[in-house]
């Protein structure tokens, strides 16, 4: 179908900025707003309209959004000056939220848009910046059908390696959930393995070359590679937001009678490695990549960890 509606977008992240300037690349015009006005300023000189407040995107048909939490989701749709605040004059028709956000916070803000006339679809993705600007980012949709169709254009070309509807609801929200604690598990074991073959003697960028070629492999595996071997701690995901979807999964897991002990015990080796982080009393450490919980593993093994100064690909080439 042709997508010819006017769109606003909510938040300049490490993954909103991207998400946006994929839009604006493909002629799309899109009315932005964020909470820092400079971090959006840059998208002006590709076609974007800056706006002061995330009232003024009111009027747009469909307005996406990427931010941290389900509090922030809140605040910049019904708080003060918001999107859906005003009592009275337009409101766009849909609201698209890309955002790892709890099951029960979007049922909440579900509920609260449909009584405002506003359809709500969950979009939640799959992968960071780098695979934004590579075209290797995919989504997970559910909401009300005719709502998904209206935006599938669009959620195509920002998350070009797939879209994927799963239903109504916040199924979506699941799905995310249960990915996001995938995550967790095989950045855990992949560095207590990475350390185990270390200490026997084999080099990490060596060990992970052959998991990369193996059946084992995947395109997670391949990007993290590098920051594992080399120390790169650039940050693309939080070990504290990792943490958040961690215990997410499990709330879910008991309210549904899922046994995940796996995720559990992942998520008390992820506490150790955040608490480590934080005797050292320097609070940056916990904006450090989620994949340094790698020096975590290795101290426990009775390693002070070194860059092997090896470049690895990641397979996350910016598309052209």
């Not at 709330?251 to 080796?269: S, W």
């Not at 340094?292 to 390693?303: H, K, R, S, Y």
């Amino acid at each position: 179908m042709t997508a010819t509606h006017s769109l606003g977008w909510i938040g300049m992240g490490r993954m909103g900025y991207p998400m946006a300037e994929r839009l604006l690349k493909a002629g799309h015009s899109v009315a932005i707003w964020n909470r820092t006005r400079a971090k959006a300023e840059p998208l002006a000189g590709k076609g974007g309209t800056i706006v002061d407040r995330s009232s003024e995107l009111s009027g747009q048909d469909i307005v996406f959004s990427m931010v941290s939490t389900g509090k922030n989701l809140e605040q910049v749709y019904f708080g003060e000056g918001g999107l859906v605040a005003v009592s009275a004059g337009p409101r766009p028709k849909i609201l698209v939220d890309c955002s790892s956000i709890g099951i029960e916070q979007s049922e909440a803000i579900r509920a609260r848009l449909t009584q405002l006339g506003c359809e709500f679809v969950s979009a939640p993705v799959s992968g960071n910046g780098k695979c934004v600007k590579a075209g290797k980012l995919s989504t997970v949709v559910s909401g009300p059908r005719a709502a998904f169709e209206q935006v599938e254009p669009y959620l195509a070309t920002i998350a070009a390696s797939g879209v994927s509807y799963v239903g109504e609801g916040e199924l979506s929200r699941i799905c995310k959930i249960a990915h996001n604690v995938f995550l967790g598990v095989v950045i855990q074991n992949l560095a207590e393995i990475t350390i185990l073959a270390q200490k026997a003697g084999v080099p990490r960028h060596a060990f992970l070359d052959f998991m990369n070629a193996s059946v084992m492999g995947s395109t997670f595996t391949r990007y993290k590679s590098n920051a594992l071997v080399n120390l790169d701690w650039t940050t693309t995901f939080t070990p504290t937001l990792l943490r958040k979807d961690l215990d997410l999964g499990l709330k879910a897991a008991r309210d549904l009678d899922v046994a995940m002990p796996v995720t559990a015990a992942t998520r008390e080796a992820l506490q150790g490695h955040v608490g480590a982080l934080l005797a050292k009393d320097d609070p940056a450490q916990l904006d450090k990549d989620f994949a340094a919980l790698i020096e975590t593993v290795a101290l426990a093994a009775g390693i002070k960890l070194a860059p092997e100064n090896v470049p690895m690909p990641t397979g996350l080439e910016t598309e052209g």
